[in-house]
């Protein structure tokens, strides 16, 4: 069964608008949220991050949005740059466990 | 600050040979991690380690693969013998105190 389940595997976002990635996720024992950001063949890069005792973690142009009563949480990318085409990773973890990701959502800029 | 390092970035072998993978990660961090990453797949944990000891090793194959940390720092993972499903990409992950978890360039491996 997945517990973390990005529904979108890809999202085309035109250069200069908001880019809105999501996230549902089953196991309510996860208490941590990240967003990682991946490009072809190299490791996944930590984006941000987000407890579950907030709603919503803002850090410059990147915003996460946290909804436990629905178990979902939201990328918020404003504005979008084409440097942003990647692959989003959700993850979450319990009690500081290792991460457990959904599939990815590959993000295109189009300029 | 240096990343987490690991070597080779990549590596092909045939079915039923063995192959190991190495890791070090970000100085000072004492929680070190294994992921499989299926192509097409989020990665998914196989290992983790708090300093050299196993806090988490449910989710690895262990008739064939196997981790260690000896001295708490660097970290090997071996497969033996390797079968064609194990083709993927194998990441390195490590942390200080369960905070983010900070990711190496992995390994891609090849089974023929």
Same mark, same amino acid.
């Not at chain 1, 959904?102 to 295109?108: F, N, Q, S, V, Y």
């Not at chain 2, 970000?26 to 196989?46: D, E, F, N, V």
């Not at chain 2, 196997?66 to 499903?85: F, H, N, Y």
């Given at each position: 069964?997945?517990?973390?389940?990005? #529904?979108?595997?890809?999202?085309?976002?035109?250069? +200069?608008?908001?880019?809105?990635? #999501?996230?549902?996720?089953?196991?309510?024992?996860?208490?941590?949220? =990240?967003?990682?950001?991946?490009?072809? /063949?190299?490791?996944?890069?930590?984006?941000?991050?987000?407890?579950?005792? !907030?709603? !919503?973690?803002?850090?410059?142009?990147?915003?996460?949005? =946290? #909804?436990?009563? /629905?178990?979902? =949480?939201?990328?918020?990318?404003?504005?979008?740059?084409?440097?942003?085409? /990647?692959?989003?990773?959700?993850?979450?973890?319990? #009690?500081?466990? +290792? =991460?457990?990701? +959904?599939? +990815?959502?590959?993000?295109?800029?189009?300029? | 600050?240096?990343?987490?390092?690991?070597?080779?970035?990549?590596?092909?072998?045939?079915?039923?040979?063995?192959?190991?993978? %190495?890791?070090?990660?970000?100085?000072?961090?004492? &929680?070190?991690? %294994?992921?499989?990453?299926?192509?097409?797949?989020?990665?998914? @944990? @196989?290992?983790?380690?708090?300093?050299?000891?196993?806090?988490?090793?449910?989710? @690895?194959?262990?008739?064939? *693969?196997?981790?260690?940390?000896?001295?708490?720092?660097?970290? &090997? $993972?071996?497969?033996?013998?390797?079968? @064609?499903?194990?083709?993927?990409?194998?990441?390195?992950?490590?942390? %200080?105190?369960?905070?983010?978890?900070? *990711?190496?360039?992995? &390994?891609? $491996? &090849?089974? $023929?």
């Amino acid at each position: 069964d997945q517990q973390v389940k990005q #529904n979108s595997p890809s999202l085309s976002v035109q250069e +200069g608008r908001i880019s809105i990635l #999501n996230c549902d996720y089953t196991n309510s024992m996860f208490d941590y949220f =990240l967003w990682y950001k991946k490009y072809p /063949a190299e490791g996944p890069t930590f984006l941000i991050s987000i407890s579950s005792i !907030k709603d !919503k973690n803002e850090d410059g142009r990147f915003t996460v949005f =946290l #909804n436990k009563s /629905a178990k979902h =949480l939201s990328l918020h990318i404003v504005p979008s740059q084409p440097g942003d085409s /990647a692959v989003y990773f959700c993850a979450a973890s319990a #009690n500081a466990d +290792g =991460l457990t990701f +959904g599939k +990815g959502t590959h993000l295109i800029i189009q300029p | 600050e240096a990343g987490v390092a690991q070597s080779p970035r990549y590596k092909i072998i045939e079915k039923r040979q063995s192959v190991a993978f %190495w890791c070090n990660p970000i100085s000072g961090h004492a &929680t070190l991690y %294994w992921y499989q990453q299926i192509l097409g797949q989020g990665p998914k @944990l @196989l290992i983790q380690f708090q300093n050299n000891g196993v806090v988490d090793d449910s989710q @690895l194959p262990k008739d064939r *693969f196997s981790a260690e940390r000896l001295k708490g720092v660097d970290s &090997t $993972l071996k497969i033996q013998p390797a079968k @064609l499903e194990d083709s993927a990409v194998y990441l390195c992950a490590s942390a %200080w105190r369960g905070s983010e978890q900070f *990711f190496g360039p992995g &390994t891609r $491996l &090849t089974v $023929l």
